[in-house]
């Protein structure tokens, strides 16, 4: 029996029409990259052996997070673990880089031979363009795509994903397309306590048979004890809706961040709630809400003061690239 059998797993989602199976918590990896403060070799190392022990087998990761260095961190946690490639799920992006956005057919496709040389891999399963409103979405359609689909040939991807925060460019892409040739879609920010609009895609998405990743649970730091950070782009009426959420939360002897992973999670139309982490005691804790939930449930009580409290502040975003060219 090797040292990753011995706990019970994380419940395994089908992601739209690809045959894989993910993690219902899945584990992104932009912290790695020290992009929310100093993570240590050693425990981005941890981090990584501890989500796949605990159940995790999806893990996401951008040559954009940390200017490379969350690739490099996740490709030596992953070569750690010493288990059959197999046995984990992959996703990397290309377009966005520290020095801008290039969705070029030659960028993309030099992107992936940096992505796998620093990932340590020789295929990624998931290769998805990065936040794609911030480009020409003809172009994702007419050049981009087509060429992640030669890389799919070639056998260094196995799926096409597209990521972005407005949600009318994955239809936007998605009515341009050949059928099937865009397997995944990811979104964030639009499937957490204060925003569900997500949730109104999913029919649609559905239609087309592509898989749903929903990223950001916690609204990248909104929906925390600890509260934002300085960056984040966010209304000051949001952020004060978030933060009296967290302190009722507190109050009542509950964690709005554990409240938010499992109101993320109780929708099984959403294939991975993707979530970041960078230290064992995340880990411990992203997986404990997801067990807690299979086992007893939401929180119904304190779910509906907490959508109380953000009721004013529902659905509401920040506008995000350039959605039309």
């Known amino acids: 029996m090797n040292e990753y059998s011995p706990v019970p797993k994380l419940e395994l989602r089908a992601l739209g029409n690809t045959g894989l199976k993910l993690s219902s918590v899945g584990f992104g990896a932009s912290p790695l990259g020290s992009v929310f403060g100093p993570v240590s070799e050693s425990d981005a190392v941890a981090s990584v052996r501890e989500a796949f022990r605990l159940g995790i087998n999806f893990f996401d990761t951008s040559p954009y997070y940390g200017g490379t260095l969350s690739e490099k961190m996740l490709g030596k946690g992953l070569k750690a673990l010493g288990v059959p490639r197999n046995e984990y799920i992959v996703s990397t992006k290309c377009g966005r880089y520290l020095e801008g956005f290039d ?5 993309v496709t030099k992107s992936i031979d ?6 340590q891999l020789d295929y990624v399963d998931i290769f998805q363009c990065h936040d794609i409103e911030f480009g020409s979405l003809d172009q994702i359609v007419n050049e981009t795509i087509p060429a992640l689909q030669k890389l799919k040939e070639a056998g260094k991807i196995r799926f096409i994903g597209i990521t972005g925060l407005p949600l009318d460019i994955f239809t936007y892409v998605l009515d341009r397309v050949p059928p099937g040739m865009v397997d995944v879609i990811l979104s964030y920010c639009h499937y957490s306590i204060n925003d569900s609009t997500l949730e109104d895609l999913l029919p649609y998405l559905k ?3 592509v898989g749903v990743i ?37 109050e009542k002897g509950k964690n709005i961040s ?21 230290s064992v005691k995340q880990v411990e804790e992203n997986v404990a809400a997801a067990t807690e939930l299979a086992l007893f449930g939401k929180d119904q009580a304190t779910l509906v003061e907490v959508e109380a409290i953000l009721k004013p502040v529902k659905n509401q975003t920040w506008p995000s690239g350039i959605q039309r060219s």
Do not use: D
């Open 258 to 278: 554990k409240l938010a992973m499992q109101y993320s999670l109780s929708n099984k139309a959403i294939s991975s709630v993707l979530v970041g982490m960078n």
């Open 114 to 119: 940096e992505s796998l040389e620093r990932l």
């Open 214 to 250: 929903s990223a950001s649970p916690l609204y990248m730091g909104l929906l925390t004890e600890f509260g934002p950070p300085e960056w984040h782009p966010a209304s000051p009426e949001l952020k004060s809706a978030c933060q009296a959420a967290a302190v009722y939360c507190k």
């Open 103 to 107: 969705f070029s057919a030659e960028r």
């Open 207 to 209: 239609t087309k048979g």
